[in-house]
């Protein structure tokens, strides 16, 4: 991060965090009724590279739907504000979070404990603003394509081990919005993987699934850009990303 002049009002993402989980709840509760499996979750995610970390709260929306072809849909959206540290450009609060996670997963033939399928996940962090020790923020986006493969045990107290490889990963860092002598740079991720642990507890209140995940991606490819009218190398780092949280379905 280099330093930049503006940045966005301080109250801004919190404000559009609580607009955004205001209408997703909304849009749960009216499709409760129907077939469809609403959930809710509230966790912490802590994201960490060899330079800086963030962390932070975080509440999600999640949304599944078996098919009679035996195929399952999810969706999950999960929204928090993050702490930004780093020993070499200070910390940042209020740093807006979003990541998505989109899954369609099938039974393996004799193995029905067993299912896999294709997923894909977006993250979105908006680090725009000025750090403690004046370093400026750019937004980073990252796009990537799972191979999901599930081991589920249908039981009183049902449980779920989740895991991934990466297939293809894009991460795009607006470098541009730092300054004008830099260039938006896009690296390829090619090398990751993640699990995931649940289980659930059934209750008077709705069903509980407490859960923990953990998702670690490989050096991406180089890619030659301007930083401060200079032509340099840049990758995007090996980082890995912990969250841990509590579903609610709601009946």
């Given at each position: 991060m280099t330093p930049r002049p503006r940045h966005l009002p301080a109250n801004f993402k919190p404000a559009l965090l609580s607009v955004s989980l205001?209408?997703?709840?909304?849009?749960?509760?009216?499709?409760?009724?129907?077939?469809n499996d609403w959930r809710l979750s509230?966790?912490?995610?802590?994201?960490?590279?060899s330079a800086m970390r963030l962390q932070g709260p975080e509440l999600g929306?999640?949304?599944?739907?078996?098919?009679?072809s035996g195929l399952q849909l999810e969706a999950e959206g999960?929204?928090?504000?993050?702490?930004?540290?780093?020993?070499?450009?200070?910390?940042?609060?209020?740093?807006?979070?979003?990541?998505?996670?989109?899954?369609?997963?099938?039974p393996l033939g004799a193995l029905p404990a067993f299912s896999y399928g294709l997923a894909?996940?977006?993250?979105?962090?908006?680090?725009?603003g000025v750090t403690t020790t004046g370093y400026g923020?750019?937004?980073?986006?990252?796009?990537?394509?799972w191979l999901p493969v599930r081991w589920s045990i249908s039981a009183e107290q049902p449980w779920a081990l989740d895991a991934g490889a990466l297939l293809w990963g894009q991460h795009v860092s607006r470098l541009s919005q730092v300054g004008s002598g830099n260039s938006d740079v896009t690296n390829v991720q090619r090398s990751g993987f993640?699990?995931?642990?649940?289980?659930?507890?059934?209750?008077s209140y709705?069903?509980?699934?407490?859960y923990v995940r953990w998702a670690w991606v490989d050096n991406s490819d180089e890619k030659v850009v301007q930083l401060s009218g200079l032509r340099q190398r840049v990758y995007e780092p090996r980082n890995n990303r912990v969250d841990v949280g509590l579903q609610w379905r709601f009946r």
């Open positions: 205001a209408l997703a709840v909304g849009a749960a509760q009216a499709q409760a009724a129907d077939s509230l966790g912490y995610q802590h994201y960490s590279e929306l999640h949304w599944r739907r078996p098919l009679s999960l929204m928090g504000v993050q702490h930004y540290s780093s020993d070499r450009t200070g910390s940042l609060n209020n740093v807006f979070n979003l990541d998505t996670r989109w899954r369609v997963l099938q894909l996940h977006t993250h979105f962090n908006n680090l725009r923020g750019y937004d980073r986006i990252s796009t990537q394509i993640y699990l995931q642990g649940s289980t659930t507890v059934d209750s709705g069903a509980f699934t407490p």
